[in-house]
C-alpha cells in the first residue's frame, strides 16, 4: 500500500502535460505488447489482470471495443507496480533487439544468396567461399547444387522452389550459428 502512494505522490509533482505522455507511451508498448500474440505473452512478466485484458482484446472483434481495451490495458499498465511495469518494458525491449538481430541475419543472407546469382563465375565462388567462411557446417556440394539449379529457374523464369530452398537452407545454418555463438554452454 505505501508504493500506491508513492507513486500517486510522484505522479502529483509531475504536470499534466508529462502525465499525459506517460499514458500515451505506456498505452503504446500495450499496442506493440498486443501486437506480439498469445504464444510470446506466456514468456512475459505481466503485472497482476495484464495477460487477462490482453487474453480478452485477442478475442473482440468490434473496432470500438478493441480501443477501450486497449485503454483499460493502458490503464493497467499506468497502475501497476513501477518494478513489475520496468520488468515488463524490460522483456519487450530484449524480444524487439532479438527480433532486429534476426532482421539483419535474414537481410545479409539475401545479399548472399543473390551474390550467388550474379553472372559471372568468380562473384559466385567468392560468395561461396565466404558462405562458408561464416558457416563452415554448410555441405559445399549442396550449397553449389542449389545456387546452380536456383540460377538455372532464374534464367528460365520459372518459379522459385530452389532459390526458397537454398535461402532456408543458408537461414537454419546461419541461424545454429549465431545462437551457437551468442551461447557457447551447450
Known amino acids: 500500500m505505501r508504493d500506491r502512494n508513492e507513486q500517486q505522490e510522484a505522479l502529483a509533482d509531475k504536470s499534466r502535460s508529462h502525465k499525459k505522455r506517460e499514458s500515451a507511451l505506456l498505452q503504446k508498448r500495450g499496442e506493440e505488447i498486443a501486437a506480439l500474440g498469445p504464444g510470446v505473452w506466456k514468456t512475459l512478466p505481466f503485472p497482476e489482470g495484464l495477460l487477462e485484458a490482453l487474453e480478452d482484446l485477442h478475442r473482440m472483434k468490434n473496432h470500438e471495443a478493441r480501443r477501450r481495451q486497449m485503454q483499460y490495458i493502458g490503464r493497467l499498465m499506468r497502475e501497476a507496480d513501477t518494478e513489475e511495469t520496468g520488468a515488463l518494458l524490460s522483456a519487450l525491449d530484449s524480444l524487439q533487439t532479438i527480433s532486429r538481430q534476426e532482421k539483419e541475419t535474414l537481410r545479409a543472407i539475401e545479399v548472399l544468396r543473390d551474390r550467388l546469382f550474379a553472372p559471372e563465375e568468380k562473384v559466385r565462388d567468392a560468395a561461396v567461399e565466404e558462405i562458408l567462411l561464416l558457416a563452415p557446417a554448410l555441405n559445399e556440394s549442396r550449397l553449389r547444387h542449389l545456387a546452380a539449379a536456383a540460377l538455372v529457374e532464374r534464367e528460365k523464369r520459372r518459379p522459385p522452389k530452389h532459390a526458397r ?7 537454419e545454418a546461419l541461424l545454429r550459428r549465431q545462437a551457437e ?3 557457447p554452454h551447450p
Open 165 to 171: 530452398e537454398l535461402f532456408r537452407y543458408l537461414r
Open 181 to 183: 555463438s551468442s551461447n
